[in-house]
């Protein structure tokens, strides 16, 4: 009868501008498609040439190198007897359009181009391409002579239209289109086509695997047929991680998929389809056949050919699957050793070299490499001869099979702890068990004397020694201090990598590994050219917060003990004297808030598109705990430090993308790196709010109430030195009928930890300090610790609503000053952003949590 038809789909893992390897694996997809029984197969955007060529595709290089590979696939005897489509870039009238090209025993039968261009997130499609807006319209496309002397073709047809068979109608979205509302394929179906291709190149981001495949089950579910979605896998040469979710539903369920996090070069799946089952679904719809009755025509492609077979009664027809997706954890253990496998083999070089400092994020970094190594040895146990081949010839040993992901991290993987004078032993300790467990080759030194020598040309130079804030040193000769540590730690990172496989017999060179997460980032807890600085940075895309869910699950997964340790530790940049042998610096004391608050901050800032102000708004009714003066300090502290240290996303080093408020300069995120960090109009526009919102508490405005809810400073457990620029910490909790009013500025300050922001008054002494009770049990009102009595005339002309201090405090160098998370500015180095931008930061990368 001829009712049923095989399809394909594919995920490739393809390489921008490798035209010899993607051909390669596109060839070898049709083939695989074929042997499974398939008479259709489609393939990811952009396949030809891969998908992140970026500003290549100005170049008519790209195109025409594209041309010649499809030259090569139409010449190809062995894609012949199935239907086919390939993506590359075609110029069209002297437009370049992102294209399906379709074909069929060496001849092309329609090149359709992009309806919808994506330019989302990482995506810039329209600086390369235009989309084709010409709806259910065709035009001819005269074919390169090397096309015609292959196809005997001069012209094809070129535009929005469907493939008619024997048996069938096949119509085609290109990505974007399917995310759209106005997708391609409700007019499509409607008009009576069954089987919808889909060419996509879909990258991963956190918590979003859900997405694509919703979006394909409701696609069918509503309109009724076959959707067939293929999807670039790996890093093909930039940042994004590809899916590689190639998906096959009919009427709303799932019946094939491939399987996430797989090293394989070419995935293929088919699914056998009863054409009948979808005429049945969609005429049991009476709305949809209504409106079908009316909906206009595409243009049609005759192809004399059959995708099903008179003999198809013994075929069974495909059934639903159940499809499980990775939890974020699995995804932050997975994705980016997928990622990194691709960057070493690619790379050239001979594996990897972290810094490993024995604290949270570079043991994550860590944990990611073996997982790598053990996806490796688990590909290579599978038969996968591709990556056995890229493992001998990176360990440079021809006869090499790995068997044991300890014995291959031994062999990819170098670990150096950078310790010094300021280090504890408990790191030191947590390190070398770390690397034990994981087998990496480790090595444990002190960087002392660089850094002593790097001082004494300061001091015989200058006449000067700069001491610590512990030894009597001032502010700036503290900071200034642990960015030297942290500068020399980098140098000698990148000696070691160029160094230490000559030291082991082995050519090459090491790629070294950076550790910085993205709320660190955010908030520019780093110090320039440091953790900054590495070659890649697989967790450079995730949140603090996402990565210590991650090592709990690693802990058991991966049978590493030693991460419960790491876990239980306060993060600290060990860059500042012990006392008693013991650290005293944190992470968030340093940075005058949690790691919570900063994961809030971001989402505010980036996903829901929050300023100052905006982000004031929103806070104060998810931070019911905190007076609106507190959530108005806290936001002002946040984007002051936001602002002033922005110029260091512009030498981040690049980073797995994963997460979707990420601040990395380079394509995600595009912000002026220059900033008046005062924000003057912003923050005044927040004063004044605090100031409405407490007339309403003053007259008692049903307006003004609010309810106790969300714990201040964000969701979730934190640190005992949470706190920041005037929050509590986030077990104080407190109900609509204990909360206060706005009280008054002659209240006492209170004891705590006490978090100091930038003034805007004309006294360069003026200090605005917000304190934060460190074992409170109840939230209190901000207070201020004096009242101000003068005028402002130096930044703004407008009196801020909250009162500032002005308690002429003098700095430990003897000048009067202006206090910014702990340091003492005079007030021409207030106008000098550069004078706040150093600060020192947990710099995992070089051994110092």
């Known amino acids: 009868m001829g009712r049923k038809v095989i399809v394909a789909s594919c995920s490739l893992n393809q390489w921008a501008l490798d035209y010899h390897h993607n051909m390669s694996t596109i060839v070898e997809s049709i083939q695989q498609a074929k042997t ?52 590359m870039p075609v110029r069209h009238k002297n437009v370049l359009y992102n294209c399906r090209i379709v074909v069929l025993n060496g001849k092309i039968l329609l090149i359709r181009p992009k309806l919808l261009l994506c330019d989302d997130g990482n995506y810039r499609e329209s600086r390369w391409f235009t989309a084709w807006t010409k709806i259910r319209a065709v035009e001819d496309h005269f074919l390169p002579r090397m096309v015609q002397r292959v196809t005997g073709q001069k012209s094809v047809v070129f535009g929005d239209a469907v493939l008619s068979t024997h048996d069938t109608c096949i119509g085609y979205e290109i990505c974007e289109e399917l995310w759209n509302p106005s997708s391609s394929h409700i007019g499509m179906s409607l008009d009576g086509v069954e089987i919808i291709m889909n060419a996509s190149g879909s990258y991963r981001e956190m918590r979003k695997s859900w997405q694509s495949l919703e979006y394909i089950k409701t696609a069918t579910a509503k309109c009724g047929g076959c959707y067939v979605f293929a999807n670039l896998k790996g890093c093909d040469g930039d940042r994004v991680h590809f899916a590689g979710d190639a998906t096959i539903a009919v009427n709303g369920k799932v019946v094939a998929r491939t399987q996430p996090f797989q090293l394989t070069e070419v995935d293929v799946i088919t699914a056998a389809v009863d054409l009948e089952d979808i005429r049945i679904y969609r005429h049991m719809i009476r709305s949809r056949c209504a409106v079908a009755s009316q909906s ?78 053990s996806l490796i040895v688990k590909a290579v146990t599978n038969g996968e001869q591709q990556v056995l081949d890229d493992v001998r010839r990176i360990v440079s040993q021809k006869e090499y099979v790995p068997s044991d992901p300890r014995e291959l991290c031994g062999l990819l993987f170098h670990t150096v702890y950078m310790g010094t004078e300021n280090s504890s032993q408990e790191t030191k300790r947590l390190a070398k068990t770390l690397a034990q467990q994981i087998g990496s080759y480790h090595l444990s030194i002190s960087v002392d004397t660089v850094v002593s020598a790097v001082l004494g ?80 940075n697989p967790i450079g895309g995730f949140s603090k917060i996402d990565l210590r869910s991650f090592l709990r699950l690693a802990t058991e997964k991966l049978q590493l003990p030693v991460l419960a340790e790491v876990l239980s530790a306060r993060p600290t940049a060990e860059l500042e004297p012990l006392q008693e042998g013991r650290v005293v610096q944190t992470d968030e004391q340093d940075m005058g808030m949690t790691y919570e608050e900063l994961s809030i901050y971001g989402k505010l800032r980036k996903i829901e598109g929050c300023g100052p102000y905006s982000m004031f708004c929103k806070l104060i009714h998810l931070w019911r705990d905190l007076t609106p003066a507190q959530v108005a300090e806290k936001v002002k502290f946040f984007f002051r430090y936001y602002s002033v240290n922005r110029h260091k996303m512009t030498v981040l080093t690049p980073a797995y993308h994963a997460e979707t408020y990420s601040p990395d300069d380079n394509r995600f995120d595009h912000r002026p790196f220059l900033y008046n960090y005062r924000w003057t109009w912003q923050f005044l526009s927040i004063d004044a709010a605090v100031k409405k919102i407490g007339e309403g508490f003053a007259s008692g405005g049903a307006t003004s109430q609010r309810s106790g809810g969300a714990e201040g400073g964000g969701a979730g457990k934190q640190h005992d030195a949470a706190g920041g620029s005037g929050g509590a910490a986030s077990t104080n909790k407190k109900t609509a009928s204990t909360q206060p009013a706005l009280t008054t500025v002659s209240e006492a300050p209170r004891q705590g930890i006490q978090v100091s922001v930038l003034s805007e008054s004309t006294e360069p002494s003026s200090v605005a ?5 460190a074992t409170a049990t109840t939230t209190q009102a901000v207070t201020d610790e004096s009242s101000n009595s003068g005028t402002d005339s130096s930044y703004h002309s407008c009196r801020s609503t909250l009162r500032q201090n002005n308690s002429n405090e003098t700095t430990a160098d003897g000048s009067g000053g202006t206090t910014v998370g702990g340091s003492s500015l005079t007030c021409k180095e207030e106008v000098d952003t550069r004078q706040l931008v150093d600060q020192p930061h947990n710099s ?6």
Not at 52 to 76: F, G, I, P, Q
Not at 319 to 338: K, M, N, S
Not at 343 to 356: E, I, K, M, N, T
């Open 296 to 373: 206009p025509s595409y243009p049609r492609v005759q192809v004399d050919f059959s995708l099903s077979s008179d003999s198809d009664l013994f075929l069974p027809s495909c059934v639903e699957i159940p499809v499980i997706l990775p939890t974020p954890e699995e995804e932050i253990l997975y994705g980016p050793a997928c990622w990194l496998w691709d960057y070493l083999r690619r790379s050239g070089q001979g594996g990897f070299l972290l810094a490993l400092s024995g604290g949270m994020d570079s043991s994550s970094t860590a944990t990611i490499v073996y997982s790598m190594c």
């Open 36 to 87: 499974l029984g398939a008479m259709y197969r489609t393939g990811p955007e952009l396949e030809i040439t891969g998908y992140s060529c970026a500003d290549h595709y100005y170049e008519s290089d790209t195109v025409l190198h594209a041309w010649e590979v499809m030259v090569e696939l139409l010449r190809n005897k062995a894609c012949f007897g199935i239907l086919y489509d390939v993506g």
């Open 769 to 773: 300090r917000v304190t934060v009770p």
């Open 844 to 849: 995992q990368v070089l051994a110092t949590q």
């Open 457 to 536: 040309v300061f001091s015989v130079t200058t006449g000067h020694l700069p001491k610590f804030r512990a030894n009597g040193g001032t502010e700036r000769e503290n900071v200034a201090l642990q960015n030297i540590q942290a500068r020399v730690r980098m140098i000698t990172a990148y000696l070691f990598a160029q160094l230490v496989l000559w030291v082991r017999g082995r050519p090459g060179g090491l790629l070294v590994l950076g550790s910085g997460n993205v709320d660190e980032a955010l908030r520019g807890y780093m110090t320039k050219y440091d953790c900054s600085s590495a070659d890649i």
